[in-house]
């Protein structure tokens, strides 16, 4: 059974940094593509940042520049690391693997985490 569990949310002011990991288990192989979405209540799930099999990367607009995915597949763990964070940046944070459909940046995922809550602050 695979599972993906996040960690590394909390509270920062804003301008300020986070690490956020996400630890895969039950894989017999590596994922084709992982990736970080999030979402704000009332909103739907939101791609941030993607990363294939050759480590190549996506990200979504507003985080560019800002934000990093980056991939230990030997530890089946993939992190984003996030840079000068705003108040916007606010939202839970969700780890996705084993793309089903579609591209690596649009496409459809099998499996996800529960979360990790972001809060940045003005």
């Known amino acids: 059974q695979v599972q993906l569990v996040e960690s590394g949310g909390g509270s920062v002011q804003a301008g300020g940094s986070l690490r956020l990991s996400c630890a895969a288990s039950?894989?017999?192989?590596?994922?084709?593509?992982m990736a970080w979405f999030r979402q704000v209540p009332g909103q739907e799930r939101a791609g941030v940042a993607f990363i294939d099999s050759a480590s190549r990367t996506y990200y979504t607009d507003s985080v560019k520049g800002r934000f990093t995915i980056s991939q230990d597949s030997a530890k089946n763990m993939v992190y984003l690391q996030m840079n000068s964070l705003k108040p916007e940046d606010t939202a839970m944070y969700y780890c996705a693997a084993d793309l089903r459909l579609g591209t690596c940046s649009g496409g459809v995922y099998g499996y996800w985490g529960q979360g990790t809550q972001v809060t940045v602050s003005s």
């Open positions: 039950g894989y017999t192989g590596s994922s084709n593509c």
